[in-house]
Nanobody
Framework: QVQLVESGGGLVKAGGSLRLSCVAS????????MGWFRQAPGKEREFVAA????????AYADSVKGRFTISRDNAKNTVYLQMNSLEPEDTAVYYC?????????????????WGQGTQVTVSS
């Protein structure tokens, strides 16, 4: 019923910034927690950040805390990930997801809908 589409990835030098967007294209955007995950080559998809529907609560992986900021604009059906001070270790495909159940917004298995992913490459 809802499709998630990420954009904003690209190639950036270490220390640079990118802003990722995730747009829900359907008409049934509801009060879901949304999250960003990333998957580097040879590794499993890992939690990056999440935000409740109102934006009042957020969570971050320790590796990105202080550098990344998650936000959302429900009127635009969009979730954002502002990434500053990027490091080569941030290189990965970034996915946005919708939490569909469970009680742990850091767990991949609690998300029921994903976008196609957008590539972020940080050069050293």
């Amino acid at each position: 019923q809802v499709q998630l589409v990420e954009s904003g990835g690209g190639l950036v030098k270490a220390g640079g910034s990118l802003r990722l967007s995730c747009v829900a294209s359907g008409r049934t955007f509801s009060r879901y927690t949304m999250g960003w995950f990333r998957q580097a080559p040879g590794k499993e998809r890992e939690f990056v950040a999440a935000i409740t529907w109102s934006g009042g609560n957020t969570a971050y992986a320790d590796s990105v805390k202080g550098r990344f900021t998650i936000s959302r604009d429900n009127a635009k059906n969009t979730v954002y990930l502002q990434m500053n001070s990027l490091e080569p270790e941030d290189t990965a495909v970034y996915y946005c997801g919708r939490q569909g159940g469970g009680s742990n917004w850091r767990k991949l298995v609690d998300y029921d809908l994903w976008g196609q992913g957008t590539q972020v490459t940080v050069s050293s």
